[in-house]
């Protein structure tokens, strides 16, 4: 019922009341018109005066204001009580736009206390008439009776002197199919303030209303006062200490305040709690909910989420809800533990209150939670949109402007990463959001465990924990870094590298403050894959090169712990290192290469030759050893065959000595080594050791020394490294 009614019900009583009981008194005096006028014969000894069918009617200006009939009216002889029997007034208003109506059997006036009383029933129905303000004259009934406003009451009392009309009994309201009703009412005809004193009660449909008490005032503004109200209906539940109803001039409520707390519950498949310190509704001239502004403590509560902010707007469009604006510590909650936080968040809705999209143009942290492995993805921003499905489950984020990342799973390294911008996706199962996959662009950095990765874009697949970094990516670790096309990473375990890789490691000795550019290593390939400690390296050809030493095969392993390498050549593409000395570069081929970087030695097997300056050596095996970069000794072993300028050697091990400049061939059994010189011919023996500073050539037979043999070769002084 609006305020507009709720003041007619006694305002419409009192001025009635008062018509009457001046109307009364003064009878012997006002000339009333009588529908039958005769006066008893013979009267009680305590009444002065008795009239029959009682008529008068109050005019102003050319207008009805209202009439009052009664079947009989008594003028007692004390001069201060009269009273009215079966009496009935019709109030037309100062107007004419009202026609309300005022039954009881008896009306009393009490002059001496001026005061009107009816003890008995009082029953009063209130009727808008607009066509009657366009009438002049006598009133008529409405042409069209609408929604009248009936109220049933007793025990009435108006006071002259106070100008308040009040009862303390039930008053019953009817409307419609509305009906109310309250115990105790006060109507104040010089402020207009209407109060309903106890035990408030309105139901129309499904729909009830329940106050302690209820205050309604015209001045200065048009409003009605709930103390304890709540409202039911089948779907929710409106609850508040007190609820203020606006109204506006056409009786229609415009806005509905609740200064000391709101709170809102609805039932069934989209159960919702909404509370508040305070909150205003605001309504549409249809009555339709059109804006709801909670302040203090919000709290909204769902099966799925709950939100919390300081300060909320709500928005409706034909009772639905359309957007909410959350302010001041925003906090938006799942049931898994997923979450978003910002001081200023957006939020729109689809039908039946679905969420469709939230955004915040303010700094913004977001809360992932995957339920199974339990891996937890913070998300920030200064700015932060999210897209919802139909169903309300959240599938997309896109985040912008200094966007940061940190994850977090059981028995796994913290993973954190910077990007310019970033877009996430997620699946709907069994009503819960799955992270699938992250896309951050723009300066992508990302650290995990001691690994850390930059990019212009990476591609993150939730499923597996692996990012795809591309736009010049590189990964760098505490002793290498590593650059290609692509480079896909999972974890601090494993990270895969294609096209155009670019490897760099140093080994830094303990307490050492720098790394000498001659202690990096170096390697080109066309793919990486880094697995723990281990890089295997693939290419047409790998090319790995530290200070000017040189290592290329078609796959490199390398352990990085042990500082052990390990190639793997093809017949197309050889196992090969070259050794760069004072003297010239030595280079060795063969189709496997072991190369203990620590202890400075290096193994060949298959197919192996050895090219220097001076000649070169093919053996099946060949074994280097170095110190400081520099050959110390080199021993080939199985099927040698030595080439120099001059000079040629077979056997079946082969050893040179940096030291002194010698080399000693020995053969296998009963094939002894030989040496063939163009000068001196074939010398044979089971050892043939020779030096390059002089020239000679020791032959030992069966351990002992059987001859010596000393040579001058012209060309002997001019040749270079073995």
């Not at 009341?17 to 005769?38: D, E, H, K, Q």
């Not at 925003?330 to 001081?343: D, F, L, M, P």
């Not at 494993?494 to 390697?523: C, D, I, M, W």
């Not at 880094?530 to 290419?539: A, D, H």
Request: hydrophobic share 35%.
């Amino acid at each position: 019922m609006t305020a507009r009614r709720w003041q007619w019900v006694f305002g419409a009583v009192a001025v009635s009341l008062i018509a009457v009981a001046l109307g009364a008194y003064s009878l012997v005096r006002v000339r009333s018109r009588r529908t039958a006028a005769p006066e008893i014969a013979t009267l009680p000894s305590d009444i002065a005066q008795r009239a029959v069918g009682f008529s008068y009617s109050k005019s102003e200006q050319g207008r009805t204001l209202f009439t009052v009939k009664a079947k009989e009216i008594i003028q007692f002889k004390d001069g201060v009580h009269a009273e009215l029997k079966g009496a009935s007034i019709t109030v037309f208003g100062r107007a004419g736009d009202r026609y309300d109506e005022i039954y009881a059997d008896k009306f009393s006036y009490n002059r001496s206390t001026q005061e009107i009383r009816a003890d008995g029933p009082v029953e009063i129905d209130l009727e808008a008439n607009p066509q009657g303000a366009a009438k002049k004259g006598d009133q008529r009934p409405p042409e069209e009776v609408r929604n009248p406003i009936h109220l049933k009451t007793s025990g009435l009392v108006f006071s002259q002197i106070t100008g308040i009309a009040e009862t303390n009994k039930t008053v019953e309201v009817q409307s419609g199919p509305g009906s109310g009703s309250a115990l105790g009412a006060m109507y104040d005809t010089h402020t207009g303030i209407v109060q309903f004193r106890h035990d408030v009660r309105l139901t129309s449909g499904a729909n009830t209303l329940t106050a302690a008490s209820a205050l309604v005032q015209q001045n200065p503004q048009r409003t009605v006062t709930l103390q304890q109200a709540v409202l039911r209906s089948s779907a929710r539940e409106v609850s508040a200490p007190e609820m203020i109803a606006v109204v506006r001039q056409d009786n229609t409520v415009e806005r509905i305040q609740a200064p000391h707390g709101l709170r809102v519950e609805s039932t069934g498949e989209k159960a919702l709690t909404v509370s508040s310190k305070s909150g205003v509704l605001s309504l549409s001239g249809k009555q339709r909910l059109e804006q709801a502004e909670l302040q203090g403590d919000v709290h909204i509560a769902s099966a799925s989420a709950t939100t919390e902010a300081q300060r909320a707007t709500l928005r409706f469009q034909d009772d639905q809800l359309r957007s909410i604006d959350l302010s001041g510590s925003a906090r938006v909650t799942q049931t898994n533990g997923s979450e978003i936080k910002s001081e200023e968040l957006h939020a729109e809705f689809a039908g039946k209150g679905t969420i469709r999209a939230a955004h915040s143009d303010v700094p913004t942290s977001l809360r992932l939670i995957q339920p199974k492995t339990q891996r937890e993805t913070k998300v920030h921003a200064n700015k932060m949109q999210a897209f919802f499905d139909p169903s309300g489950t959240i599938h997309a984020v896109h985040a912008s402007d200094n966007v940061s990342t940190v994850t977090q799973q059981p028995e796994a390294p913290v993973r954190a990463t910077n990007c310019d911008a970033l877009d996430a996706k997620f699946a709907a199962r069994n009503s819960a959001a799955i992270l699938t996959q992250i896309v951050e662009l723009g300066h992508v950095k990302i650290t995990e465990g001691e690994r850390t990765a930059t990019a212009a874009r990476a591609d993150y697949d939730a499923s597996t924990g692996t990012a795809v970094l591309s736009g010049e990516p590189r990964v760098t670790e505490a002793d290498a870094s590593i650059a290609a096309i692509k480079i896909s990473i999972d974890g601090d375990r494993r990270a895969n590298a294609e096209g155009q890789v670019r490897l760099t490691y140093f080994k830094q000795a303990s307490g050492q403050q720098t790394v000498k550019p001659a202690e990096v290593t170096h390697a080109v390939a066309d793919a990486a894959l880094l697995v723990g400690q281990i890089v295997t390296l693939k290419g047409r050809p790998v090319r790995l090169w530290q200070g000017g030493d040189v290592v290329t095969g078609s796959q490199v392993d390398f352990d990085r712990v042990r500082q052990i390498m390990r190639v793997q050549g093809t017949e197309s593409i050889p196992a090969t290192a070259e050794f760069v000395q004072a003297g010239g570069a030595i280079i060795v081929t063969s189709r496997q290469l072991t190369y203990e970087q620590g202890q400075g030695r290096a193994e060949f097997a298959g197919a192996v030759k050895a090219r220097g300056t001076e000649g070169s050596i093919t053996s099946d095996k060949m074994e280097v050893a170095m110190q400081r970069n520099q050959v110390q000794q080199i021993t080939a072993i199985g099927s040698v065959n030595l080439r120099q300028a001059g000079r040629s050697g077979v056997g079946d091990k082969l050893v040179y000595d940096s030291r002194n400049e010698s080399y000693r061939l020995t053969g296998s059994g009963d094939a002894r080594p030989s040496i063939f010189d163009a000068e001196l011919g074939t010398i044979t023996g089971d050892s043939l050791t020779w030096y390059r500073h002089d020239d000679r050539v020791l032959v030992e037979s069966q351990g002992n020394r059987t001859l010596t043999r000393t040579y001058v070769d012209a060309n002997s002084r001019n040749r270079g490294h073995w």
